[in-house]
């Protein structure tokens, strides 16, 4: 049977090697918009397979979503596999392929598309209804495909490869102060970043002992700086321009006491996971309930949602290290608990 996975660089890519791993007869497409330009250091494979060297592999290709016909070129190329495995809005597409196919969100494809009053919000969510089956990897999908009632859907764990991120010998904060992490895209409205940024600048005007590394990208990287702009914030923090490698990912995390996620979604973002697997705390907005009604555990995690919660957590772990270091060997276990 000839599978053609089709859609997210992320997800789609990684369950395509795992899948050629044991021998079936996989292939990978992907918009090439999605992994050269702005989005290459944190999309494209060469930058997250440590397998790759310079050069994609032979069983993935791109399409060209400024190319004339490129829907109808897309729909012929699934109708030459026997089964089609679609991210994002790519289920569309195998919907007029007329070949069995596996649907599955990834974010926003799900969260907004499949809920406009439009012909696209429309095929997307008859071609989640006509799949063969339907899976969702993220923990906040499950009331939106509760909410669309699709019969049967399938929740599946995140499956990535994360071995490149544990920690070496290099030489880590063992000052009184704490030393913090913001790697994620400045995007308020997804992240909720500004409460973190909020609370951080509370810390410094009560001049407690905070250091901040950010790393400067997304559509709210100028507010973010903006925000920041103040004598007792400056001296706290570094701004590095990003997006970055993973190779700096690891060097920042290595230097850091805690990883902040995010503080709108209510669950880790694929960066979250990746510090729960190096085993550095996590400081986020966490649902434990829904975790623990998929998971039936939760990993230990710093849990805040507004600034006044990040201010008054990190005071107290100023004061109580010993807590950090617990914290983070426990975050080790946590990444286990939520991946594949």
């Keep these: 049977m000839r599978i053609l996975h089709i859609g ?14 044991i021998g079936w007869d996989c292939e990978f497409m992907t918009p090439k918009q999605m992994i050269f330009g702005a989005n290459e250091t944190v999309s494209n494979p060469v930058n997250f397979d440590m397998d790759l060297k310079d050069e ?19 729909v012929k190329k699934m109708r030459q596999y026997d089964l089609v495995h679609a991210y994002m809005e790519a289920p569309i597409f195998g919907l007029f392929s007329r070949k069995p196919m596996i649907s599955q969100s990834v974010g926003d494809d799900l969260r907004e598309i499949a809920f406009k009053n439009s012909l696209r919000g429309f095929l997307l969510r008859t071609a989640y209804k006509k799949s063969k089956a339907y899976i969702f990897e993220w923990p906040p999908h499950k009331p939106f495909v509760e909410k669309l009632k699709i019969k049967n859907p399938i929740f599946i764990p995140k499956i990535w490869d994360f071995s490149f991120f544990q920690k070496n010998n290099s030489k880590r904060n063992d000052g009184d102060g704490l030393t913090l992490f913001h790697p994620l895209t400045q995007n308020w409205k997804e992240k909720g970043n500004e409460k973190f940024l909020q609370g951080f600048v509370k810390l410094c005007k009560a001049k407690q002992d905070v250091f901040l590394y950010l790393i400067d990208w997304g559509i709210d990287a100028g507010k973010a700086k903006n925000l920041l702009n103040h004598p007792e914030v400056k001296k706290r923090i570094k701004i590095i321009k990003g997006p970055i490698p993973k190779n700096q990912m690891l060097e920042y995390m290595q230097k850091s006491d805690i990883l902040v996620d995010q503080f709108n979604s209510g669950s880790f973002t694929r960066t979250g996971i990746e510090g ?46 010993d807590e950090i270091i617990k914290y983070g060997e426990n975050s080790k276990n946590g990444s286990q608990i939520i991946t594949t």
């Design 276 to 321: 729960l697997s190096f085993g550095i705390p996590l400081l986020i907005n966490f649902n434990e309930q829904l975790h623990l009604d998929l998971f039936g555990d939760i990993p230990s995690m710093i849990n805040a949602k507004d600034k006044n919660e990040i201010f008054a957590k990190i005071s107290y772990l100023i004061k109580n290290k």
């Design 8 to 21: 997210n660089p992320d997800s789609g890519y990684v369950i395509t090697k795992e899948l050629r791993k």
């Design 56 to 74: 994609l592999p032979e069983w993935m290709s791109t399409y060209d979503l400024n190319e004339k016909g490129w829907k109808y070129k897309l």
